[in-house]
């Protein structure tokens, strides 16, 4: 944009001086410094990690709730805080904490469901085994069906001669397996929405630095100082 402009004054003797007279040029260019690219390449890092974060976070939900259907998973009817607390008590369950959630009658396909059907299922198991862990229970069974440790007082299997195992340390194991693949569930997807959340602060961190940079870089040049024309000489007696 050219814009003309002629500034008129006076000297000491009363005669007309031209200050400035031309074309003044204003305009806008970039002024890049390393530090901008370095920002500017920064900012361009960000988004593309942003962006692939929040892609392999959606991802991971969607995986694990798809693995979860495929189990076809459904709650008991005795699934709810109610009912699942009723059985405690009846089993003389002691120091045991109680689901707060139902799931009675529901698909299980999100990791949040998979954790409350766990909690379930440790329950269920406390009450056939009457209150006592995997580590509490005896190894063997005895010719009475007691559990024991001690190898010599175990009953024999008559075909394979070996101490009869106790199947409710077996039932602590299945069920300690399958809780944990459904805690496993819950977990991956908690990791995949954190995932998403840091994505979209990088992306959002990216685009702020690429705004700065770009906004520094552009600079407008100073314009350029008046130049008062020359004083004409005038003559001296």
């Known amino acids: ?87 405690g008590q009846k089993a003389g369950l002691t120091g045991v904490t109680y689901p707060s959630t139902s799931v009675a009658g529901k698909t299980i396909d999100t990791g949040s469901e998979a954790r409350v059907f766990a909690s379930y299922m440790r329950i269920h198991t406390l009450e056939a085994t009457g209150g006592q862990t995997y580590a509490q229970m005896g190894r063997f069974l005895d010719a009475k069906g007691n559990p024991t440790s001690d190898e010599t007082k175990a009953a024999k299997d008559p075909k394979t001669g070996q101490p009869v195992e106790n199947g409710l340390r077996n039932l602590w194991v299945t069920e300690t397996a399958l809780t944990t693949a459904l805690n496993m569930s819950f977990f991956a997807e908690r990791v995949g929405m954190f995932g998403i959340i840091m994505g979209i602060a990088l992306l959002l961190t990216g685009i702020g630095f690429l705004i700065l940079t770009l906004g520094g870089a552009l600079e407008r040049k100073p314009a350029a100082a008046p130049q008062a024309a020359p004083r004409p000489a005038t003559a001296t007696n």
């Open 1 to 87: 944009m050219l814009r003309h402009r002629e500034i008129r004054t006076v000297d000491a003797d009363g005669e007309p001086v031209v200050i400035d007279s031309g074309a003044r040029r204003t305009r806008r260019s970039f002024l890049v410094t390393p530090a901008q690219i370095v920002s500017a390449v920064g900012g361009v890092v960000l988004i593309a990690f942003g962006t692939v974060s929040i892609g392999l976070g959606a991802w991971g939900i969607n995986n694990v709730r798809d693995n979860l259907k495929l189990e076809q998973i459904t709650g008991t009817p005795d699934m709810t805080p109610a009912a699942i607390k009723a059985e």
